[in-house]
T-cell receptor
Framework: KAGVTQTPRYLIKTRGQQVTLSCSPI?????VSWYQQTPGQGLQFLFE???????NKGNFPGRFSGRQFSNSRSEMNVSTLELGDSALYLC?????????????FGPGTRLTVL | GQQVMQIPQYQHVQEGEDFTTYCNSS?????IQWYKQRPGGHPVFLIQ?????EVKKQKRLTFQFGEAKKNSSLHITATQTTDVGTYFC????????????FGIGTKLQVIP
């Protein structure tokens, strides 16, 4: 099976712009979670989707949003970018809706905001 | 909200020495998972602990889940250079589909 894929892998934007990141989970996986990783803060949970519904949300401002499509692919959007949004954005998929599944991470999208 | 504290943040060990990282949650967890992230890579699942007091071993790695399901540890015996990376714990709140909270991670450096 192919792993989790994320596009693009690298992105450079300027303050005030918006960005959309994409994640394709492992085939058959219905749950997708997004994380922001920075050196000082570790992995911060953004949101989790299951069957097109947002099941959980982290403590991020409303500029961060996401969605999941019927094929389980997911996108996250960040509007009005700030310098502090520079980070590695990781997507992770898991097989089903239980709380007991391991997460399979993608390679991440490295976002740089200038 | 739930907090998961992980210590130490950094650890340098001589090859062959042991290494331990600890996680402590502010709330009772339904389960805890451990992940390893190699430099430049993404987190990779190592193991999941579910039962109170559970101990699991993977070769030189020993994972423990506390009796109260609020703390966990990962111990590596006789470290090797291949153990280099950042080790994260990830705890999920008990009760329903609660979000996962990751510890800040412990970055392990092994000196040959």
């Amino acid at each position: 099976k192919a792993g989790v894929t994320q596009t693009p892998r690298y992105l450079i934007k300027t303050r005030g712009q918006q960005v959309t990141l994409s994640c394709s989970p492992i085939s058959g996986h219905r749950s997708v979670s997004w994380y922001q990783q920075t050196p000082g803060q570790g992995l911060q949970f953004l949101f989790e989707y299951f069957s097109e519904t947002q099941r959980n949300k982290g403590n991020f401002p409303g500029r961060f949003s996401g969605r999941q499509f019927s094929n389980s692919r997911s996108e996250m959007n960040v509007s009005t970018l700030e310098l502090g949004d520079s980070a590695l954005y990781l997507c992770a998929s898991s097989p089903s809706g239980t709380s007991y599944n391991e997460q399979f991470f993608g390679p991440g999208t490295r976002l740089t905001v200038l | 909200g739930q907090q998961v504290m992980q210590i130490p943040q950094y650890q340098h060990v001589q090859e062959g020495e042991d290494f331990t990282t600890y996680c402590n949650s502010s709330t009772t967890l339904s389960n805890i998972q451990w992940y390893k992230q190699r430099p430049g890579g993404h987190p990779v699942f190592l193991i999941q602990l579910v039962k109170s007091g559970e101990v699991k071993k993977q070769k030189r790695l020993t994972f423990q889940f506390g009796e109260a399901k609020k703390n966990s540890s990962l111990h590596i015996t006789a470290t090797q250079t291949t153990d280099v990376g950042t080790y994260f714990c990830a705890g999920r709140d008990s009760g329903g589909y609660q979000k996962v909270t990751f510890g800040i991670g412990t970055k392990l450096q092994v000196i040959p």
